[in-house]
């Protein structure tokens, strides 16, 4: 089914002008239209990716082993260890724009990145702004 979906569904697509006027749209990223097209212009894509309940899990399931991991406290000593003390700060959350991001292969999900900034959502944002259902 989720292998039909991403070969013939055509349902939601990504209207490139309306992406542009998104973009354009914020006088704080007067330029970054261009840049996006002149460097990076597979950073939006043209149509949906559909995932399987078996992906999403063997997703969760990366996430939830770096979660234990990270909270060990071996870990974060080891980690912290030449760290600046500013670094052991701990705000009692791992933040608003924790992201994982997983790149789908023909062997299922592999994680590539795990970040703590904004800029998935400031484009997610774009995105959606941006996203048209035929």
Do not use: K, Q
């Not at 991403?6 to 542009?20: G, K, M, T, W």
């Not at 949906?48 to 406290?73: G, N, Q």
């Not at 030449?82 to 701990?90: K, V, Y």
């Not at 789908?104 to 999900?109: Q, T």
């Amino acid at each position: 089914m989720i292998e039909t979906l991403n070969r013939d569904c055509f349902c939601v697509s990504v209207d490139p002008e309306a992406l542009r006027r998104a973009i354009e749209a914020d006088p704080a990223a007067r330029g970054l239209h261009r840049l996006i097209e002149e460097r990076c212009p597979h950073l939006f894509a043209a149509l949906p990716l559909f995932v399987s309940r078996r992906h999403v899990d063997a997703m969760a399931a990366v996430i939830r082993a770096v979660e234990s991991v990270v909270a060990l406290p071996a870990y974060r000593e080891a980690a912290l260890g030449w760290a600046p003390e500013i670094a052991r700060f701990d705000p009692g959350t791992p933040g608003a724009f924790m992201g994982y991001d997983f790149h789908l292969g023909a062997d299922g999900p592999r994680l590539i990145e795990i970040n703590t900034n904004a800029g998935g959502a400031l484009f997610n944002t774009i995105l959606a702004r941006a996203t048209r259902v035929l």
